[in-house]
């Protein structure tokens, strides 16, 4: 239901997606627990009683990657189709009911997982509760309810492809991930929305959604054996779903994707394979990218933006998934300036490799990751995501200090240790404008 505009932006919403923060209050210790009902379905909490809302996300370890080829866009097509309707509720009951206890309610999809949250007063979560277990176990997938989210689906799909900076981004992946499931499209294509029957979804929804593939993630004024009775209660007889994922290693090679258009900017994303997210280097990968191009202090941002002007948008990311994962730096510039960019990305990186990072760089990275990770812990739905995520991936879920000091400990030699791993190539470039591929071809490493 979050439009996803652009995939380094809609991949990574469980990082920074959440409603505005609680009024800022102390912040509480980690209190976490996790369980797991005779059907499978794990229930994960974090209890933050100092507040009064609580929000819950209803976790299914599915997304574009499971998809068969007749399914191409079925897992972001379905997360749309879950609010319109059930056996027992209409789209409006749906709607009204959350409105009506004063609930912020949504859905994303990703490569890998798709969420269903809702965030509501504590009191308010029974109701809330009941409304997201319906919509994942008694979905209607009634013929016109499908053929009207159709439309709205290949909308979606219309606005991305109108956004340059979106299809640069989709160029880039699909071009680094050529052959590969991560390499497919979220939204599908409009060939492929524009074919999908009621009997592929539900087909979909039957192989891929069941106990044993889901996780229910809450946070806020919660009491974990209350939820963990609710969550029996509701999703008691669940059966498991198909929890198998395809995870091959990528076959990279060096490659340009130019889509040509008569832009006024080239809008560039420009990268490569990274480490896969349970990799240890992943925190000075974290602290890396943050001093290449994470802010206003970063290098990219101070040469490209600050000292010559040549761009205003300019920052690098990294994703990871379960085999692999992917670091690139998105640019816009004028046609005229597309070289120049691309010598000052290759320095910067170059210099990376070979010369790492000054230990005030360091510092004043760990001081803005200590920042940001403080802050997100005054939203309870950024602390939802955050444990859903970490629960349904597998992943063990740090204290705050535990993650802090995982920031702190990381050296000079940890930088230059991932930057030599990860930064030095095969290269991809992903782009939009009116300049053909051979125009980039020469700085690929």
Known sequence: ????????????????????????????????????????????????????????????????????????????????????????LSARDISET????????????????????????????????????????????????????????????NMNEDDPSDVAAEAFLRTLFRGHPLGLPVLGTRESIGSMTPEDLRGYWRRRYGSGTVVIAAAGNVAHSELLDMVTDRFGDWEAGDDRHEQTSPQVESQVKVV?????????????????????????????????????????????????????????FAMRFAETGLWGIYIGTTPANAHTVMEILNEEIGAM?????????????????????????????ARMIRLGRNHIFGLRHLSLDERLEKIESTTRDDIAEIAARTLKGPRVVGAVGPLPAQEFEGYLA
């Open 353 to 381: 490799i070979k010369d790492g990072v000054t230990e005030a760089e360091l510092e004043r990275a760990k001081g803005h990751m200590r920042g940001a990770l403080a802050l997100s812990l005054e939203d309870t739905n």
């Open 260 to 316: 040509e258009r008569d832009t006024e900017q080239v809008h560039l994303v420009y990268g490569g394979e990274s480490i896969h997210r349970t990799d240890e280097g992943r925190y000075a990968d974290a602290v890396m990218h943050h001093i290449l191009g994470g802010g206003m202090s970063s290098r990219l941002f101070r040469k490209i933006r600050e000292e010559r002007g040549l761009a205003y948008a300019v920052h690098s």
């Open 1 to 88: 239901m979050i439009p996803s505009r652009g995939f380094y932006r809609a991949d990574t919403l469980y990082l920074s997606n959440g409603p505005v923060a609680e009024k800022a209050c102390t912040i509480s210790p980690m209190q976490v627990e996790v369980s797991t009902t005779p059907t499978g379905l794990k229930v994960a909490t974090e209890s933050v009683p100092e507040v009064r809302s609580v929000a819950v996300g209803c976790w299914v370890y599915t997304g574009s990657r499971d998809e068969l080829p007749h399914e191409a866009g079925a897992a972001h097509f379905l997360e749309h189709l879950l609010f319109k309707g059930t056996d027992n």
């Open 98 to 157: 959350f409105d009506s206890i004063g609930a912020q309610s949504n859905a994303f999809t990703s490569k890998e997982a798709t969420c269903f949250w809702a965030r509501m007063l504590d009191k308010e979560l029974p109701t809330g509760l009941d409304l997201l277990a319906e919509m994942l176990q008694r979905p209607a997938f009634r013929p016109e309810e499908v053929s009207s989210e159709r439309n709205v689906v290949i909308e979606e799909i």
